[in-house]
């Protein structure tokens, strides 16, 4: 059986860094291990932390559920640190 099929994730494209790159100074890309972050990641991750919303209200604001905001949230949180204390590149994937 496969799974039911992903639910649309509304993403605001104004939130979209113009540089989709970030990387330690100094050390080329290509010498780099990489962390991809998921542009829904960075959306419930800057909802919920940049402008304070709550779980609920981000995910009504994506229009996904509380549960899989918080899901997006763990895992971004994540990456992002794995990123910062390891000096690994973060790359963010656009939104498909």
Not at 48 to 68: H, V, Y
Request: positive net charge; aromatic residues 2%; proline residues 8%.
């Amino acid at each position: 059986m496969s799974p039911r099929p992903r639910k649309p994730r509304h993403c605001c494209p104004s939130r979209q860094p113009s540089d989709l790159t970030f990387k330690p100074a100094g050390t080329p890309l290509s010498k780099l291990e990489s962390v991809e972050l998921n542009s829904d990641e960075l959306e419930a991750i800057s909802l919920c932390d940049r402008d304070a919303l709550t779980q609920a209200e981000a995910g009504e604001k994506m229009g996904i559920s509380r549960g899989t905001v918080q899901r997006l949230v763990t895992s971004g949180r994540k990456k992002v640190i794995e990123a910062l204390l390891s000096g690994h590149a973060l790359i963010i994937k656009p939104h498909e």
